[in-house]
Structures are given as structure tokens and as C-alpha cells.
């Protein structure tokens, strides 16, 4: 028997007795179950919970997601990052109102044509909430399937996951949804990442060539990863009082829409940070301190010089907000939110 078609008989009574409970496996909601699968992309599971509930008590329907003003969805997201996923869950609630009446389309062609749901998400809505035979291939079942065939091909081409993918569909038993969920469970516990498998509490070490073999630390193989490009800036806070500078970042592009601290490419010495401020329209008062930061994102590292100012009067091109206000209303992303946090 290949080691796939052994996979249902052996997970699906493990994952019954084993199940993390998390909050978004408490019913098969459609609109519960694609809402946490897109905030746990690139987002650990305890980080998570939190913004689940609130985002959930905010928003509670697919309606009010849809009919939700930018200003707060990006507040309630505030922290999470990656925000087109965020821009995206809108859009694709206002396509499900518009289009299927505020009912989550029930077939996997349907569901893989909505905004922001690719494969991975159709196939964890689909099997999970209408046990239909569709996998749903995360970095999780990658790494499981690679320890268990000892498959030194890189897990992220996109052959490897179209071949898992395919092998996958045509064990499914009856219960989808507990099939898909086990698979992820055991990727995320005890076939784990960035740590060693735990090989003797695992369901599937009679089979698995990683644990039958002593390889299992071996797997999975991925392409070397492209340096990320290096980019500078400095970064002003500017205070007036009780009042801090803000402005909207551009409609497209990185960390679109959102709010963000003024600031200019490269590092500026103090004598220069002052003549672009008052460049500005602003007279500057005192400096107050001087940090540096990083943040990364994907493709690119941001290395960050602060700058704190206080100013004389709130005035330039810039929005004007009471710390309250920012608190509330005003989503900063992590890479600005980080200066902020220092006051």
C-alpha cells in the first residue's frame, strides 16, 4: 500500500484524539474558516487568536465585512501585516453579496474564482466546511509529505505542490474536512517547523521513510533564497502639542492606503533632517531623541533612522492626530508603529 493511500486510516483517529481546540474549529462556518485561514498565512497561531475574536465582534457577517470602511478594517488589522490580505477579504465579501446573495459559494471552481482565495485556501474552505475532496497544500503538509517519501525535490516549486496536491485528492475519505485538518495538525505540531521532528509520538513512523531511515531532519529541501534588497530611510516623528504628523501612503504598492510617520530615502544627519522639515513648511523647536530600526518584509529590509521632533506650529501637508486619535482610528503598520511604541 503507497505510503498516501496509508495516510486517512492512520491520521484521522490520531487527529480526533489529539486536535489543538482552536477558536475558528468550533463550527464549519465558511466565513469562520477562510477568515482564520487567511490571517494565518505567514502568521503564528497564537498571534492570531486575539485578532480573530475582535475581528469577529466587529465584524460579524460577511455583510458587515463588506459594508466596513477602510479606515477601521485596517485598524483591526493593525499589527497583523501582509495587508492586501485584509483589502482582499473585503473585496471578496462584497463579490459574495453581490454575486451569491451573502452565501459563500459551495463549489471549489466557484470558491477559487473569488478575490484573494488561491488554491490553498479553496481547498481548506471546501473540504473543511462541505467535506468535499479538495487538499489544502500549506507549507505544513509539504514538509509532511517530504519526510514521509523522503523527496529531496524542493517543496517550493510549484511541480512538487501540484504533484502532492494531485496524490492527495485521490486518497480523500468521506470526512474531508477531518482529513485536511489532521494533515495540517501534524505539520504543525509534530512534523513541526524549524525543529526537530518528533518521530516517536508521530501517527504515521511505521511509514514514514524520514523515521524509518533516521532522515527525517534532511527534509524539506528548498531553493536557496534570494537576498533581499536593502533599502534606507529616516523616519520623523513630529509632535505639536499632543498632536503627531501622519499621512496616507499611496493607493497602490507596498503597505498601500495605510498610514505612516513623514519620512525620506536614506539616512539623514540631523543638520539635513532639519532643512527637509522646514523644506515642509514646519519650524522646528527641539529634537527630542534619535532611534534606529529595521523591518522586514519579504523582498525587502528596511533599515530606519527616527527622527523625534517637536515643531511650532501643526502645520504642512500632513494630518494632525492626538495619540488618541492614532490609538483608535489610525492603522499603522508594523515598520512605523514600532517608533510610535517608543512613546
Given at each position: 500500500?503507497?505510503v498516501?493511500?496509508?495516510?486517512?486510516?492512520?491520521?484521522?483517529p490520531?487527529?480526533?484524539?489529539?486536535?489543538?481546540?482552536l477558536p475558528?474549529?468550533?463550527?464549519?462556518?465558511?466565513?469562520?474558516?477562510?477568515?482564520?485561514?487567511?490571517?494565518?498565512?505567514?502568521?503564528?497561531?497564537?498571534?492570531?487568536k486575539?485578532?480573530?475574536?475582535?475581528?469577529?465582534?466587529?465584524?460579524?457577517?460577511i455583510?458587515s465585512l463588506?459594508?466596513?470602511d477602510?479606515?477601521r478594517?485596517h485598524?483591526?488589522?493593525?499589527g497583523?501585516?501582509?495587508?492586501?490580505?485584509?483589502?482582499?477579504?473585503?473585496?471578496?465579501?462584497?463579490v459574495?453579496?453581490?454575486?451569491?446573495?451573502?452565501?459563500?459559494?459551495?463549489?471549489?471552481?466557484?470558491?477559487?474564482?473569488?478575490?484573494?482565495?488561491?488554491?490553498?485556501?479553496?481547498g481548506?474552505?471546501?473540504?473543511?466546511?462541505?467535506?468535499?475532496?479538495?487538499?489544502?497544500?500549506?507549507?505544513?503538509?509539504?514538509?509532511?509529505?517530504?519526510?514521509?517519501?523522503?523527496?529531496?525535490?524542493?517543496?517550493?516549486t510549484?511541480?512538487?505542490?501540484t504533484?502532492v496536491?494531485?496524490?492527495?485528492?485521490?486518497?480523500y475519505?468521506?470526512?474531508?474536512g477531518?482529513?485536511?485538518?489532521?494533515?495540517?495538525?501534524?505539520?504543525?505540531?509534530?512534523c513541526?517547523?524549524?525543529?526537530?521532528?518528533?518521530?516517536?509520538?508521530?501517527?504515521?513512523?511505521?511509514?514514514?521513510?524520514?523515521?524509518?531511515?533516521?532522515?527525517?531532519?534532511?527534509?524539506?529541501?528548498?531553493?536557496?533564497?534570494?537576498?533581499k534588497?536593502?533599502?534606507?530611510?529616516?523616519?520623523?516623528?513630529?509632535?505639536?502639542d499632543?498632536?503627531?504628523?501622519l499621512?496616507?501612503?499611496?493607493?497602490?504598492g507596498?503597505l498601500?492606503?495605510?498610514?505612516?510617520?513623514?519620512?525620506?530615502?536614506?539616512?539623514?544627519?540631523?543638520?539635513?533632517?532639519?532643512?527637509?522639515v522646514?523644506?515642509?513648511?514646519?519650524?522646528p523647536?527641539?529634537?527630542?531623541?534619535?532611534?534606529?530600526?529595521?523591518?522586514?518584509?519579504?523582498?525587502?529590509?528596511?533599515?530606519m533612522?527616527?527622527i523625534?521632533?517637536?515643531?511650532?506650529?501643526?502645520?504642512?501637508?500632513?494630518?494632525?492626530?492626538?495619540?488618541?486619535?492614532?490609538?483608535?482610528?489610525?492603522?499603522?503598520?508594523?515598520?512605523?508603529?514600532q517608533?510610535?511604541?517608543?512613546?
Amino acid at each position: 500500500m503507497e505510503v498516501f493511500e496509508k495516510l486517512p486510516r492512520v491520521l484521522l483517529p490520531w487527529y480526533r484524539e489529539n486536535r489543538r481546540e482552536l477558536p475558528w474549529r468550533q463550527d464549519k462556518e465558511p466565513y469562520h474558516v477562510w477568515l482564520s485561514e487567511i490571517m494565518l498565512q505567514q502568521t503564528r497561531v497564537e498571534a492570531v487568536k486575539g485578532y480573530y475574536a475582535r475581528f469577529l465582534e466587529a465584524l460579524p457577517s460577511i455583510e458587515s465585512l463588506a459594508n466596513c470602511d477602510d479606515g477601521r478594517l485596517h485598524k483591526l488589522w493593525e499589527g497583523l501585516g501582509y495587508y492586501s490580505r485584509v483589502r482582499n477579504l473585503k473585496k471578496c465579501a462584497r463579490v459574495i453579496m453581490e454575486s451569491y446573495g451573502g452565501r459563500f459559494p459551495q463549489s471549489y471552481a466557484e470558491v477559487l474564482k473569488l478575490p484573494g482565495i488561491g488554491a490553498y485556501t479553496a481547498g481548506a474552505v471546501c473540504s473543511i466546511c462541505f467535506d468535499l475532496p479538495t487538499p489544502a497544500v500549506d507549507g505544513n503538509v509539504l514538509r509532511v509529505i517530504a519526510r514521509l517519501t523522503e523527496d529531496a525535490t524542493p517543496i517550493d516549486t510549484p511541480a512538487f505542490k501540484t504533484n502532492v496536491r494531485q496524490r492527495l485528492e485521490k486518497v480523500y475519505p468521506q470526512q474531508a474536512g477531518d482529513f485536511t485538518q489532521a494533515l495540517m495538525e501534524l505539520g504543525a505540531t509534530v512534523c513541526g517547523p524549524n525543529k526537530k521532528p518528533d518521530c516517536e509520538n508521530c501517527p504515521c513512523r511505521r511509514f514514514c521513510g524520514g523515521a524509518l531511515h533516521g532522515t527525517a531532519e534532511k527534509y524539506p529541501v528548498k531553493r536557496p533564497k534570494r537576498q533581499k534588497k536593502e533599502e534606507e530611510m529616516t523616519v520623523f516623528i513630529l509632535s505639536c502639542d499632543g498632536k503627531y504628523a501622519l499621512q496616507k501612503r499611496p493607493d497602490t504598492g507596498l503597505l498601500a492606503s495605510l498610514w505612516q510617520f513623514p519620512n525620506c530615502p536614506g539616512k539623514q544627519e540631523l543638520q539635513q533632517a532639519l532643512e527637509l522639515v522646514q523644506q515642509w513648511g514646519l519650524t522646528p523647536k527641539d529634537i527630542l531623541r534619535q532611534t534606529e530600526r529595521s523591518h522586514i518584509f519579504t523582498h525587502i529590509r528596511w533599515e530606519m533612522r527616527g527622527i523625534y521632533m517637536e515643531v511650532a506650529l501643526p502645520a504642512g501637508e500632513f494630518t494632525w492626530l492626538s495619540a488618541e486619535k492614532i490609538e483608535k482610528e489610525a492603522a499603522l503598520p508594523t515598520a512605523f508603529r514600532q517608533f510610535w511604541e517608543e512613546l
